[in-house]
């Protein structure tokens, strides 16, 4: 099943923290029992193979080989959950309450898993054999960078001259309520996806006895420092990226009265500034800050180890997400200049750029079959293309194709964000369903020879 009690071992990255356990691969292999998909797994057009032992890569044939294959990518593990956290349901028990399925995973990433072979079992069942040949890529550690299962496939796939139409991975979703301003619910498809950068700030300090404090400690310079960080944000770049052509897409459904209660009924400003209206629309909630800029979050604080003792040293963790229109040196050169302070070290820890931007004009076939599977599937969403606030395993295959797209069949309405990684993360059955078809039904769109007219058909389950 779908959340299983024994998908349990999913909930830590334990190679990566070098805790192998001797049941691990014992576990991890029958998730994908034969007898859950006993279609895809006799299948002669089906061939599995485990890469670097816990990840799963799937060929399908296609019956014209001449068609470039194209990608479907998830993951298989999760990030911890514990049952003392206050959860409704246990956080591996899939305990399904009104109409909503609870576990670990239900957003990130096992409905994604599971409605791939789902629908693929369900048209091998039909007797349907693909005309494009297609993979599934099913990667183990995604959570702690995929440097083992995402990357190994790259490398297997890159031995055997493989080159990809199109690769879909997790990603941006059905906004319902989450974006100012907007009317009606958005399909978000994520053209690429936000750098990162780990960066540490230290300062040093000598040590000496609480009853005889300097004027300052190394924990009030780094907390001033830190401060600064936080109530100087980075630039905006709305307008910049490809949230340029999500504005564009997304325009007519915005509210004008958001627009006024930000320009007060000044018509020049919304003609001729509309991209920095919208960027103050969606600076106003986390969930939709990111669009606007790189985001910086303060993770971790460390200082002192006695309630009596001056601390020599003070170092605190930030995690910066990269706006694909700002480069690396470019977000270390703000951090020196906005922190100011000589006395604070600051050292890059690991980071990365954006990747690049994928297309998404009416010639683009993966991003035209994406969008037309959604509207098949979800008839009242707009869809528009965006940027993936997260990092996903699909980062790695940027050698393997141009055009890598994020997106999730997930309907999120306000809320529902704060449960992937969080309390309570959950599915309803009926959203489960759509997942099932949504894949169903890309996979039959994709064996299109010419790209769709702006509407289409919808495949029966």
């Given at each position: 099943?779908?959340?299983?009690?024994?998908?349990?071992?999913?909930?830590?990255?334990?190679?990566?923290?070098?805790?192998?356990?001797?049941?691990?691969?014992?576990?991890?292999?029958?998730?994908?029992?034969?007898?859950?998909?006993?279609?895809?797994?006799?299948?002669?057009?089906?061939?599995?193979?485990?890469?670097?032992?816990?990840?799963?890569?799937?060929?399908?044939?296609?019956?014209?080989?001449?068609?470039?294959?194209?990608?479907?990518?998830?993951?298989?593990?999760?990030?911890?959950?514990?049952?003392?956290?206050?959860?409704?349901?246990?956080?591996?028990?899939?305990?399904?309450?009104?109409?909503?399925?609870?576990?670990r995973g239900t957003i990130?990433?096992?409905?994604?898993?599971?409605?791939?072979?789902?629908?693929?079992?369900?048209?091998?069942?039909?007797?349907?054999?693909?005309?494009?040949?297609?993979?599934?890529?099913?990667?183990?550690?995604?959570?702690?960078?995929g440097l083992k299962g995402a990357l190994n496939m790259v490398r297997v796939l890159k031995q055997r001259g493989v080159q990809l139409s199109f690769v879909l991975d997790e990603g941006l979703a059905i906004a319902d309520g989450i974006i100012v301003g907007l009317e009606g619910p958005a399909a978000l498809i994520g053209l690429t996806e936000k750098g990162m950068a780990h960066v540490k700030l230290r300062v040093s300090t000598a040590p000496g006895h609480a009853s005889m404090p300097p004027r300052e400690t190394c924990i009030g310079i780094l907390a001033a420092a830190v401060k600064r960080l936080e109530e100087n944000p980075m630039p905006r770049l709305f307008g910049y990226g490809p949230e340029r052509e999500t504005f564009e897409h997304l325009a007519h459904k915005v509210r004008r009265t958001n627009y006024e209660s930000i320009t007060h009924h000044n018509l020049y400003c919304l003609t001729v500034f509309p991209y920095?209206?919208?960027?103050?629309?969606?600076?106003?909630?986390?969930?939709?800050?990111?669009?606007?800029?790189?985001?910086?979050?303060?993770?971790?604080?460390?200082?002192?180890v006695k309630d009596n003792v001056l601390p020599s040293h003070a170092e605190v963790h930030v995690n910066l997400r990269i706006h694909p229109a700002q480069s690396l040196q470019e977000v270390l050169d703000q951090i020196h200049s906005t922190?100011?302070?000589?006395?604070?070290?600051?050292?890059?820890?690991?980071?990365?750029?954006?990747?690049?931007?994928?297309?998404?004009?009416?010639k683009s076939f993966g991003f035209q079959i994406i969008k037309k599977t959604v509207l098949?599937?979800?008839?009242?969403?707009?869809?528009?293309?965006?940027?993936?606030?997260?990092?996903?395993?699909?980062?790695?295959?940027?050698?393997?194709?141009?055009?890598?797209?994020?997106?999730?069949?997930?309907?999120?309405?306000?809320?529902?964000?704060?449960?992937?990684?969080?309390?309570?993360?959950?599915?309803?059955?009926?959203?489960?369903?759509e997942y099932v078809m949504f894949y169903f039904s890309l996979i039959q769109n994709c064996d299109i020879q010419k790209l769709p007219e702006p509407h289409s058909s919808v495949h029966e389950l």
């Open positions: 099943g779908f959340c299983s009690p024994s998908s349990e071992v999913f909930s830590e990255n334990l190679l990566d923290h070098g805790k192998t356990r001797s049941h691990l691969k014992a576990a991890l292999v029958p998730f994908f029992h034969v007898s859950a998909f006993p279609k895809i797994f006799s299948s002669s057009l089906v061939h599995h193979e485990l890469v670097a032992n816990y990840s799963h890569l799937f060929r399908v044939e296609g019956s014209q080989p001449d068609l470039v294959p194209y990608l479907l990518l998830a993951h298989i593990d999760v990030v911890p959950a514990s049952e003392s956290d206050d959860w409704e349901a246990p956080p591996f028990s899939a305990k399904e309450i009104d109409g909503f399925i609870y576990g990130d990433n096992k409905s994604s898993v599971m409605g791939i072979l789902e629908a693929l079992e369900y048209l091998l069942g039909k007797g349907y054999a693909p005309r494009r040949g297609f993979y599934i890529g099913l990667g183990h550690d995604e959570e702690v960078g920095v209206l919208y960027s103050r629309l969606l600076e106003r909630k986390p969930e939709t800050n990111g669009l606007v800029r790189t985001t910086t979050a303060v993770t971790m604080f460390n200082a002192g922190v100011g302070d000589q006395r604070v070290k600051i050292e890059l820890i690991s980071g990365f750029e954006a990747p690049p931007v994928s297309s998404s004009d009416e098949d599937v979800f008839p009242t969403v707009t869809v528009a293309p965006g940027i993936c606030i997260a990092n996903t395993d699909s980062q790695h295959f940027k050698d393997l194709t141009k055009d890598i797209y994020r997106f999730l069949p997930v309907w999120l309405t306000p809320g529902d964000t704060q449960r992937i990684h969080g309390i309570n993360e959950r599915i309803s059955k009926k959203n489960y369903e």
